[in-house]
């Protein structure tokens, strides 16, 4: 599946009845939220329970979702911002991560 693949099949489970503020606040409140859930399935840890993959991959996807409801209210292309990322990456980090590069680095 590709990124605009994706963003078009999460689209149809967007809430077509909100504005197009009320879907930027969803989007926002949605990714901090659904990043959050990531974050407690790894809090749980300290508790002593086992890291459960499937249901951080879950989460994940959640994230996902809420990127792609994000980048369609901002009329973004999931797929353009991923590429334009690695392209960063790739001048910040032309061998791969390098730590020095981390630690020295302008930021863009």
């Not at 792609?68 to 292309?77: G, K, T």
Request: overall charge negative; glycine content about 8%.
């Amino acid at each position: 599946m590709t990124f605009e693949e994706y963003q078009a099949d999460a689209r149809r489970t967007q809430n077509p009845d909100l504005s197009i503020n009320e879907t930027l606040e969803h989007a926002m409140w949605g990714l901090a939220s659904e990043c959050g859930e990531v974050c407690g399935l790894f809090q749980k840890r300290l508790q002593g329970h086992a890291i459960d993959a499937d249901a951080v991959r879950k989460e994940i996807g959640d994230v996902l979702w809420m990127l792609a409801e994000l980048c369609d209210v901002l009329e973004m292309d999931l797929g353009q911002v991923a590429e334009e990322n690695i392209e960063k990456l790739k001048r910040r980090y032309p061998n791969g991560f390098e730590a020095w590069r981390s630690v020295g680095r302008d930021e863009e």
